[in-house]
């Protein structure tokens, strides 16, 4: 019995799954499949919200007549409003499911979106724009945490990959929107940009009560026959499908011969107090690893400069020397065109080459595109304003499209599947809470900064100043980020180096003090022979 287990996940850990290929069920895939893009569409709120506000915010500025400072904290501010929304859901996804916190993710931007399509004046924008961000920072944890549970080892970079396609997505539709609303009225124009913004709410709200709840959830709250039908129609095999139950219930601390529909999970001594002690306040050497990664990949995948490329590409149009508006829009467009379709790139290989190679390659590329697009923008500053440079020009545009290119194919893909599936599972919600916190406190950093640094050390001098951060970034991601390509999520404690990632307060209890509690080592020891490999 044992074998069988060992067998299904070696040949998941070596990517090529030669047994498991034929008897995968495509129905299986296609249902995993339908789950991870419906859970991934939340992130459409996020990207139509970074593309619209990148032009709106030329119409904003003229209508309202605020200054660069006050169209800085209009574009930024979203992102540390949305702490709020990422700290919050990982309280309210483990109390009240994964799926009802995507409605309700959905339902919260909707009303931050119609406030801002309606907005009057300068404070109520910015009241939308806080409501609006809760509902991103809910959506922006809960995708890739939802998407990673219910996929299979085989797809999960594949599958968990869907919420950087969708937030390229979303950038594209507000490009397009930009474009399409330019031509009315100055003041009916950016209001219909953002108002619309509330329609893919909706039809997300309502498309997400056809998908089932993640497995990993239902096994924490004890409904373990709810979890076994939608391990058996996500898993490849008949065989996965029991080897994923066996391993999440051995992370909720669920003994192996418990069994039944409905099941008491053995409660932690200490609760969230634990869970904070034993990531934050007093982590073992494979626990800091787990967070330091995950930490690491969020903070360089926004410091390395991509909302500056992103939110006022218009505005680095303007220094390239691109001044009709309509140029401007349309040469922004090209700009989401380029993101959207290199990102399937990373969506259809990422469990092909593995994280690793994809991440290298793409924040090497960033480095040499950010270098060009800083040369590019000093020769244009240095010459007399009028002046046309054509080579300079093309230089710009290509290294824009060259920024969003190379980070589409990995960094910007690969940061949400990674973190979402090196932690385990009693630290998943708080670690990728943490991780999306830090994503967007250093993205609202770098977006309510960008014109003011550009005014200190020249529009030129902050791409080069991005360039650094993406050397050290490489740096990082080759010495300190292991492969985990075709491992299951419960397998992660072994490559960090955690012990015994069972979940459960004990486990972490015998791991600070090995002669206390005895008896349920014996009986975790009993259970993970039943399950591991080895």
């Keep these: 019995m044992a074998e069988q287990p060992k067998e299904a996940t070696n040949t998941a850990a070596s990517g090529g799954l030669p047994g498991g290929v034929a008897a995968r069920k495509k129905s ?20 139509y919200d970074i593309g619209v506000m ?34 919050a859901a990982g309280r309210t996804s483990d109390w009240i499911g994964r799926r009802l916190t995507i409605i309700l993710a959905a339902v919260i931007f909707f009303v931050g979106a119609f406030m801002m399509g309606f907005s009057v004046n300068y404070p109520m924008l910015m009241a939308g724009r806080f409501i609006a961000g809760i509902g991103v920072g809910y959506a922006l944890m809960i995708a890739p945490v939802y998407t990673a549970e219910v996929s299979p080892a085989s797809s999960r970079g594949f599958l968990t990959s869907f919420p950087e ?34 329609a893919p709410s909706v039809v997300l709200a309502l498309m997400v009560l056809g998908m089932p709840e993640s497995p990993r959830w239902l096994v924490m709250k004890g409904r373990l026959a709810d979890a076994r039908v939608v391990l058996d129609k996500t898993s490849d095999t008949p065989e996965e499908a029991a080897l994923r139950l066996a391993e999440i219930k051995e992370a909720a601390g669920i003994p192996a ?21 034993e990531l934050i306040l007093s982590p073992t050497p494979g626990v800091r690893r787990v967070l330091l990664s995950a930490l690491g990949i969020h903070f360089f995948q926004q410091s390395s400069g991509i909302d500056s490329v992103v939110l006022y590409s218009p505005r680095v149009f303007q220094s390239a020397g ?41 924040t090497g590329g960033m480095v040499v595109s950010l270098v060009g697009l800083g040369i590019g923008l000093t020769v244009i500053g240095h010459h007399p304003e009028g002046t046309t440079i054509p080579w300079a020009i093309g230089v710009c545009i290509a290294s824009i499209l060259g920024v969003v290119a190379f980070f589409s194919i990995g960094l910007g893909p690969i940061t ?25 406190v250093t993205s609202g950093v770098i977006s309510m900064t960008f014109l003011s640094l550009s005014k200190g050390i020249t529009i030129g001098g902050s791409f080069f100043l991005y360039a650094g951060i993406a050397s050290l970034a490489w740096i990082f991601f080759f010495t300190y980020l292991p492969e985990t390509r075709g491992r299951t999520l419960e397998q992660m404690g072994e490559l960090f180096g955690i012990p015994n990632m069972t979940g459960d307060s004990d486990s972490y209890q015998q791991q600070q003090s090995p002669e206390k509690e005895k008896n349920n080592v014996e009986m975790s020891s009993t259970a993970t022979s039943d399950v591991r490999n080895e």
């Excluded at 499949?33 to 859970?39: E, G, H, N, V």
């Excluded at 529909?261 to 634990?274: I, M, N, Q, S």
Aim: aromatic residues 10%; hydrophobic residues 50%.
């Design 28 to 47: 299986n895939v296609r249902f995993a499949f339908a789950s991870a893009i419906l859970a991934s569409m939340t992130s459409i709120l996020l990207g």
């Design 54 to 87: 990148s032009g709106a915010a030329l119409f904003i500025k003229e209508d309202l007549k605020i200054s660069d400072v006050e169209v800085e904290v209009l574009l930024g501010i979203l992102n540390l409003y949305s702490l709020i929304g990422s700290f």
């Design 165 to 198: 396609v969708f937030i390229n997505f979303g950038i594209l539709l507000g490009y397009v929107s930009n474009y399409a609303f330019s031509h009315l009225s100055l003041k009916l124009g950016w209001r219909l940009m953002l108002g619309i913004g509330a």
């Design 257 to 277: 011969d418990l069994d039944g529909d409905v099941v008491t999970v053995p409660k932690r001594a200490g609760g969230e107090k634990l869970v904070w002690k």
């Design 322 to 362: 691109i001044t009709d508006k309509n140029k401007l829009l349309g040469t922004t467009c090209a700009v989401g065109v380029t993101k959207t379709l290199f990102i399937l790139v990373a969506t259809f290989t990422l469990d092909h080459f593995g994280r690793r190679p994809l991440l290298l390659t793409s």
């Design 416 to 440: 949400w599947v990674y973190s979402s599936e090196i932690f385990p599972l009693h630290l998943r919600a708080l670690g990728c809470a943490l991780g999306v916190g830090l994503n967007r």
